[in-house]
């Protein structure tokens, strides 16, 4: 997979996508990932990329101009170009699979200023949010997005790591895992997980899970027999 990003703050980039499962998903050729710095689209002195708000008000505007230059140099047909913005539609799990089956992405971070609307409007084919908070840029967003979708493409995660994660994607919280010492500090791993009976503990894990996800995340249930209830 292709991704290109577009972002005022490439700088912030370099660190995370240069270690563990992404770092080697690019030694692999698995993911071609390309960091564009917003400003090179532009033709003034100033590198300018924002202005003052039509119709007055705090703050300044990122202006279309740049955004759409950029776009049309980067993006080919097929390509998928998605904006992050904090009032996009929340990320998901299920959103990063459909993410993953693209063989070009193009993602756009914004900063604190915000997007002049036609470039929502004539750009965009997707708006993501990764969550009710307010940050200070879409830089760590499109990272998360990037880290969701680089780990679901196919061959990046090794055979184990991907039984695991089917075993894991049953829509609930994960059992509680121990190893040794069998006791620490006082704290004794639960008997029934030494004792070597296999259909016994697979019953305690799904337990465990379910009460776990009851407690922490009962919205998880819901949307679980929701699904059911549609098969
Ligand atoms: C924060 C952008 C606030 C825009 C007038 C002019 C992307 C994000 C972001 C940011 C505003 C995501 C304004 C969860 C996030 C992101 C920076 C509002 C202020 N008024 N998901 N400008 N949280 N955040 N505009 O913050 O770009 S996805």
Request: proline content about 6%; charged content about 30%.
């Amino acid at each position: 997979m292709k991704i290109d990003v577009l972002t005022l703050f490439p700088g912030m980039f370099t660190g995370p996508l240069d270690e563990s499962i992404i770092k080697r998903a690019r030694e692999r050729g698995l993911l071609n990932l390309q960091i564009h710095n917003l400003r090179d689209w532009t033709h003034d002195r100033h590198k300018t990329v924002d202005d003052r708000p039509f119709g007055g008000g705090p703050g300044m505007v990122l202006k279309p101009e740049p955004l759409f230059e950029a776009v049309e140099a980067l993006a080919q047909p097929g390509t998928r170009v998605i904006m992050v913005t904090p009032g996009g539609r929340k990320l998901t799990q299920e959103i990063g699979r459909e993410l993953a089956g693209y063989e070009h992405l193009l993602l756009i971070a914004g900063s604190y200023e915000g997007f002049d609307e036609r470039v929502r409007l004539g750009l965009a084919q997707d708006e993501l949010s990764i969550g009710d908070y307010v940050l200070t840029n879409g830089a760590l967003p499109v990272m998360v997005l990037i880290d969701v979708v680089t780990r679901l493409l196919p061959g990046v995660l090794g055979d184990e790591e991907s039984a695991k994660e089917e075993s894991f994607s049953n829509g609930l919280l994960e059992y509680p895992h121990y190893t040794r010492p069998a006791e620490f500090r006082g704290m004794k791993v639960p008997e029934i997980l030494l004792s070597g009976h296999h259909a016994e503990i697979a019953k305690w894990r799904y337990e465990r899970a379910l009460e776990r996800t009851r407690e922490r995340r009962p919205d998880l249930i819901e949307i679980k027999k929701r699904e059911t209830d549609n098969l």
